[in-house]
């Protein structure tokens, strides 16, 4: 979609067609956003900004880019939920990574 939403911006500001907008973020979400796609939507769109995220639709975002930072579009940005232990049953032990708790 993305992508799509991007070469028909593009062909229009090639054709010399009128392109306005009132964008301020669009959101990525739930599939990898190439950072070139992402460089040109910002570009087509500019002052919007483009956030690449991580989420799933039963728990919210899991990991976002902040929107008033620096951001890095090659990632999903940082962790945005809760912190999770697995720990042994009948003890709290963290289980090492790789193991069955």
Known sequence: MHV???H???RRVAAGQPFTHSLQLIRNCSAAL?????????K???????MPTYA???????????????RDLKTVGRAAGPELRVLYGDRVEDVPLGEQG
């Open 56 to 70: 799933m639709t039963e728990s919210m975002p899991i990991a976002s880019n902040p929107r008033s930072e620096l």
């Open 44 to 50: 087509l769109f500019s002052p919007c900004l483009v």
């Open 8 to 10: 028909e911006g593009e």
């Open 34 to 42: 190439l950072p070139s796609v992402a460089q040109g939507l910002e």
């Open 4 to 6: 799509a939403i991007l």
